[in-house]
């Protein structure tokens, strides 16, 4: 009976010697099927985690200009890397909103949401919006200068 692979979605038929068989033979869907294997492993096994922790700790030890090098000639990734870092930080600042009793005046807000479209009907007990929350705080009052005559 064909089934579904998890990782391409592609039909495909089971080995008659693996009927529980979740992945096709696919070279990239056995590279996944692979590492998902391995991640559980490292997550169910401590013993199997700490010799995996110091193969790559010998590896870093003998390889130590690698991520230098890497980084030099994959511009692309780094700036990836950055980005990905910069959304991290606003998460944390966010996060962190929630410990500042200022934030917590945020009641006051006059927000809205339009539901607009054919399938409103549909939504009015459903609603979910996603946004991008900006809290611009005043800066300190300066001293006004009296006017040159």
Same mark, same amino acid.
């Given at each position: ?10 039909? *495909?038929?089971?080995? %008659? ?5 979740? *992945? ?10 692979? !590492?998902?294997?391995?991640?559980? %492993? ?6 199997? !985690? ?6 790559? %700790? ?9 991520? &230098? ?29 929630? %410990? ?6 945020? &009641? ?42």
């Amino acid at each position: 009976m064909p089934r579904s692979c998890l990782s391409c979605q592609q039909s *495909f038929e089971p080995s %008659k010697y693996r009927p529980d068989q979740s *992945f096709c033979s696919q070279p990239d869907c056995q590279r996944e099927r692979r !590492a998902e294997y391995h991640r559980r %492993k490292i997550e169910a096994d401590p013993v199997y !985690a700490g010799v995996v922790n110091d193969s790559r %700790k010998k590896w870093r030890e003998t390889h130590p200009d690698y991520q &230098k090098a890497y980084r030099l000639s994959h511009e692309a990734a780094v700036e990836r890397n950055r980005e990905l870092q910069r959304q991290r930080d606003g998460r944390r600042r966010v996060q962190s909103l929630v %410990k500042n009793n200022l934030a917590l005046d945020l &009641k006051r807000s006059s927000a809205g949401i339009w539901l607009i479209g054919p399938a409103v009907r549909d939504l009015d007990r459903n609603n979910l919006a996603s946004c991008q929350l900006l809290i611009f705080q005043p800066l300190a009052p300066t001293a006004t200068l009296p006017a040159a005559s």
